[in-house]
């Protein structure tokens, strides 16, 4: 079970990328988040940000058609 | 309407609509992650799709196989056009092409983005605005009594720079190497969606010019036919139009078979934000005569001087916007 | 998909490069043997150098430029005539030449075939006849034989007047063709009259090209069978767009015999359209063609 959760779905572009970025920055250290997103290109922005960020991306669970939550795990600076 | 009219456009369309919606094709997302993620994964996507079209339409043309329309050098029109509708789609939260295939997977914000795309269409085309199109529009720049190119601005044979530029801009993709492939959704990378477009957008400059559309992909007139049938009953409808509603129908089937078939709904700000958006991408489009397909795509490829102008137009609008909605208030908020 | 997008393409390419479904039936790639050559161009272009045995018969001589009626067609009888005095006997087959830019051929191609003669145009034209290795011949051509103007077959249908073309105003399964495209005919044509331009059809000196002919059978939804009736700004004009028509496999093309201002001046219905609308819609976002200073 993550820390926090974000419930991104139905968001439009680019609103889960820009909250959840701004979300695990806000996270401590080691500490994970758990984004739900139901739109498939948001899924790839975000996974792709956070590798290239550092973060760790913890796991990618189906929740249902084209529905995921996608759980990060912030830094450790 | 011809039956060959119909089934090519139909045809073309379907495959369009699928590969955007696999490939999660979006410009807008392309332009504006490079600034906002230093990503530029979606950029390459665009940037193969142009050269691999850019390279084909100069063979055939060329070679005499084919003939072309070039998009005219409007340079105000051309630049304010174009920073409108960058502006416009960052609001929007797609491109138009982005925003035609997000309706085939249910996005309800896209969908008043849509609307509002056309009705931003009729508002400079026929509408209140359009004086202001008339003022842009008046001044084009020729070169030789010809639509400006980048080949003859610089007098060379257009097959040179048709040709050289996909080689470099190819062998730059190439040494930036094989970068973001995975897809962590399961959709396209970006080289194969790339190439699919680009091979798209050649078969669309064949079918729509053996009918006497004498051009390729594009949405905004397109878009427009259907706008001003609904509105004002007037019958324009062409291969371009038969196009747009197979693109839609071909990103509904393509995410209906890969189950990312999903009625989503933001909230009503959001909703508001997108429908705007759409109105300002509307009349950008039609202002510079053509958008990120229309000019980004398909003008570049015949290597037209007013489609690299609007395509520069487009990247600082949505920079400009995409730093006044989202960079600023981010880094303000780590700091 | 990608067979789909494939068959697309491919098909798009056959289109564009097929040859017209008629086209063998009105232009010609040389003069074959047997044929007489008749060249449609002025005496200056035709004393530089002309096709060796080829007799001149300038477009513009079938026309009469009175004051109040200029470009109208001659009459049968005077045409006739000078067709007798160039020694051109009905029965023989015919190829018409003009420098290779559609300006003369197709019209004196067109008042023969509504004589009776079998006429081809020579594709590309005396250019073309040079770079193919012909070597002009700069003398005069003395008519071989003199025919009586009766011995004509006139086909009365193919020429029109304006009270045809003011019928076809009403007459919804007749298409009006206006020859005129872009400025012209956005300034005032006639009600009921569509562009089907005879510079966009014909762009290479009068030999048609397939996409903007598509375009007219395609778009604008004419068949083999419909009825046509052409105008132009003159009967040169009009001409050129009777040609690519006929090339294009449209059976009863008809065509007005005389300028577009006499239909004006005849009071036919005219329509302006609204400055800004545009003149031929279509959905490639720049509409209609701009015309270069």
Same mark, same amino acid.
């Given at each position: 079970?993550a820390d926090?959760?974000l419930d991104?779905r139905?968001?439009?572009c680019?609103?889960?990328l820009?909250?959840?970025k701004k979300?695990?920055e806000?996270l401590?250290?080691?500490?994970?988040?758990e984004?739900?997103?139901?739109y498939?290109?948001?899924l790839?922005?975000?996974?792709?940000w956070?590798?290239?960020a550092?973060h760790e991306?913890?796991?990618?669970?189906d929740l249902?058609?084209s529905?995921?939550?996608l759980?990060?795990r912030?830094?450790k600076t | 309407?011809?039956?060959?009219?119909?089934?090519?456009?139909?045809?073309v369309?379907?495959a369009?609509g699928?590969a955007?919606?696999?490939?999660?094709?979006c410009?807008?997302?392309?332009?504006?992650?490079?600034?906002?993620v230093k990503?530029?994964?979606m950029?390459r996507?665009?940037?193969?799709a142009?050269?691999?079209q850019?390279?084909g339409?100069?063979v055939?043309?060329?070679?005499?196989?084919?003939?072309?329309?070039?998009p005219?050098f409007w340079?105000?029109?051309n630049?304010?056009g174009?920073?409108?509708?960058?502006?416009g789609?960052?609001?929007?939260?797609?491109?138009?092409?982005?925003?035609c295939y997000?309706v085939g997977e249910?996005?309800?914000?896209s969908l008043?983005?849509l609307?509002?795309f056309?009705?931003?269409?009729l508002l400079?085309?026929?509408g209140?605005?359009q004086?202001?199109q008339?003022?842009?529009?008046?001044?084009?720049?020729?070169?030789?009594?010809e639509?400006?190119?980048?080949?003859?601005?610089?007098?060379?044979?257009p097959?040179?720079v048709?040709l050289a530029?996909?080689?470099a801009?190819?062998v730059w993709?190439?040494?930036g190497?094989?970068?973001?492939r995975?897809?962590a959704?399961?959709?396209?990378a970006?080289?194969?969606?790339g190439?699919?477009?680009?091979a798209?957008?050649?078969a669309?400059?064949l079918?729509s010019?053996?009918?006497?559309?004498?051009f390729?992909?594009?949405?905004?007139g397109?878009i427009?036919?259907w706008?001003?049938l609904?509105?004002?009953?007037?019958?324009?409808l062409d291969?371009?139009?038969v196009m747009i509603?197979?693109?839609?129908?071909?990103?509904?089937?393509?995410?209906?078979a890969?189950?990312?078939?999903?009625?989503?709904?933001?909230r009503?700000?959001?909703?508001l934000q997108?429908?705007?958006?759409?109105i300002v991408?509307?009349?950008?489009?039609?202002?510079a005569g053509g958008?990120?397909?229309g000019?980004?795509m398909?003008g570049?490829?015949?290597l037209?001087?007013g489609?690299v102008?609007?395509t520069?137009g487009?990247l600082?609008?949505?920079?400009?916007m995409a730093y006044i909605l989202?960079i600023?208030?981010m880094?303000a908020?780590?700091? | 998909?990608a067979?789909?997008?494939?068959a697309?393409a491919?098909s798009? $390419?056959?289109? *564009?490069?097929?040859?017209?479904p008629?086209?063998?039936q009105? @232009?010609a !790639?040389? #003069?074959p043997? +047997?044929a &007489?050559a008749?060249d449609a161009?002025?005496?200056?272009s035709?004393?530089r150098?002309?096709?060796?045995?080829?007799?001149?018969?300038?477009?513009?001589?079938f026309?009469?430029y009175?004051?109040?009626l200029?470009g109208?067609l001659?009459?049968?009888?005077?045409i006739s005539?000078?067709?007798g005095?160039?020694?051109?006997?009905?029965?023989?087959?015919v190829v018409?030449?003009?420098?290779?830019?559609?300006a003369?051929?197709?019209?004196?191609a067109m008042? $023969?075939t509504? *004589?009776g003669?079998?006429?081809?145009?020579l594709a590309?034209? @005396?250019d !073309?006849? #040079?770079?193919? +290795?012909? &070597?002009?011949s700069?003398?005069?051509v003395?008519?071989?034989l003199?025919?009586s103007?009766?011995e004509w077959?006139?086909d009365q249908?193919?020429?029109v007047?304006?009270?045809?073309?003011?019928?076809?105003q009403?007459?919804?399964k007749?298409?009006l063709?206006?020859a005129r495209?872009?400025?012209?005919?956005?300034?005032?044509?006639l009600?009921?009259?569509?562009s089907?331009?005879a510079?966009?059809m014909?762009?290479?000196?009068?030999?048609?090209?397939w996409?903007?002919?598509a375009?007219?059978v395609?778009?604008?939804g004419?068949?083999?069978?419909t009825p046509?009736?052409v105008?132009g700004?003159?009967?040169a004009?009009?001409?050129?767009t009777?040609l690519s028509?006929?090339?294009?496999?449209i059976e009863?093309?008809?065509?007005f015999a005389?300028?577009?201002?006499v239909?004006?001046?005849?009071?036919?219905?005219?329509?302006?359209?609204?400055?800004?609308?545009?003149v031929?819609?279509?959905?490639?976002?720049?509409?209609?063609?701009v015309?270069?200073?």
């Amino acid at each position: 079970m993550a820390d926090t959760q974000l419930d991104m779905r139905g968001e439009i572009c680019p609103y889960p990328l820009v909250e959840s970025k701004k979300a695990v920055e806000k996270l401590e250290p080691g500490t994970t988040i758990e984004v739900l997103i139901d739109y498939p290109l948001a899924l790839d922005n975000v996974t792709r940000w956070a590798q290239s960020a550092g973060h760790e991306v913890v796991e990618t669970r189906d929740l249902g058609p084209s529905e995921w939550a996608l759980v990060l795990r912030s830094k450790k600076t | 309407m011809g039956g060959f009219e119909l089934i090519s456009g139909l045809a073309v369309g379907l495959a369009f609509g699928y590969a955007l919606q696999r490939g999660r094709f979006c410009v807008n997302t392309g332009f504006r992650d490079i600034l906002m993620v230093k990503d530029s994964t979606m950029f390459r996507a665009w940037a193969l799709a142009v050269i691999v079209q850019m390279a084909g339409v100069t063979v055939l043309s060329g070679l005499d196989l084919m003939p072309i329309t070039v998009p005219p050098f409007w340079w105000a029109a051309n630049i304010a056009g174009g920073l409108m509708f960058g502006v416009g789609m960052v609001l929007a939260g797609g491109c138009s092409s982005g925003t035609c295939y997000r309706v085939g997977e249910g996005m309800a914000g896209s969908l008043l983005a849509l609307i509002g795309f056309g009705l931003g269409i009729l508002l400079a085309d026929r509408g209140a605005l359009q004086p202001l199109q008339d003022v842009l529009r008046s001044d084009i720049v020729f070169v030789g009594g010809e639509q400006a190119t980048l080949a003859n601005v610089i007098d060379i044979n257009p097959m040179w720079v048709g040709l050289a530029i996909p080689l470099a801009v190819g062998v730059w993709l190439w040494r930036g190497g094989a970068g973001n492939r995975q897809s962590a959704s399961g959709g396209w990378a970006w080289h194969i969606s790339g190439f699919a477009l680009g091979a798209i957008g050649i078969a669309a400059w064949l079918s729509s010019s053996s009918v006497g559309r004498e051009f390729g992909l594009s949405m905004t007139g397109p878009i427009r036919t259907w706008f001003v049938l609904a509105l004002s009953g007037e019958n324009y409808l062409d291969w371009g139009s038969v196009m747009i509603a197979g693109l839609i129908v071909g990103s509904f089937v393509a995410a209906w078979a890969h189950q990312e078939l999903r009625w989503r709904v933001p909230r009503g700000s959001r909703m508001l934000q997108a429908g705007g958006g759409g109105i300002v991408m509307g009349v950008g489009a039609q202002i510079a005569g053509g958008c990120n397909i229309g000019h980004s795509m398909t003008g570049m490829s015949v290597l037209s001087l007013g489609s690299v102008v609007t395509t520069i137009g487009i990247l600082l609008g949505a920079w400009v916007m995409a730093y006044i909605l989202f960079i600023r208030p981010m880094a303000a908020q780590s700091a | 998909m990608a067979v789909a997008v494939v068959a697309a393409a491919a098909s798009g $390419l056959w289109r *564009l490069n097929r040859p017209f479904p008629e086209y063998d039936q009105w @232009f010609a !790639a040389q #003069v074959p043997q +047997g044929a &007489v050559a008749i060249d449609a161009r002025g005496s200056l272009s035709y004393s530089r150098g002309h096709i060796p045995g080829a007799p001149r018969l300038w477009s513009r001589d079938f026309l009469s430029y009175s004051a109040a009626l200029p470009g109208v067609l001659k009459t049968p009888d005077e045409i006739s005539a000078i067709l007798g005095a160039i020694g051109l006997a009905p029965g023989r087959a015919v190829v018409v030449y003009d420098q290779g830019t559609g300006a003369d051929a197709p019209l004196v191609a067109m008042v $023969l075939t509504a *004589l009776g003669v079998s006429a081809k145009v020579l594709a590309g034209g @005396f250019d !073309a006849w #040079v770079a193919a +290795g012909g &070597v002009p011949s700069t003398g005069q051509v003395t008519p071989a034989l003199a025919v009586s103007p009766g011995e004509w077959a006139t086909d009365q249908t193919l020429l029109v007047s304006a009270e045809a073309i003011q019928g076809a105003q009403s007459n919804d399964k007749i298409l009006l063709a206006d020859a005129r495209g872009g400025f012209d005919f956005a300034i005032g044509h006639l009600e009921m009259a569509v562009s089907v331009s005879a510079t966009e059809m014909a762009p290479d000196g009068g030999l048609p090209r397939w996409s903007e002919a598509a375009w007219v059978v395609d778009s604008v939804g004419v068949r083999p069978e419909t009825p046509v009736m052409v105008y132009g700004t003159d009967l040169a004009q009009a001409a050129r767009t009777w040609l690519s028509l006929r090339a294009y496999g449209i059976e009863n093309v008809q065509v007005f015999a005389g300028p577009f201002q006499v239909l004006a001046a005849a009071g036919l219905a005219m329509e302006v359209p609204v400055a800004g609308a545009p003149v031929r819609a279509s959905s490639v976002c720049f509409g209609a063609p701009v015309v270069a200073p």
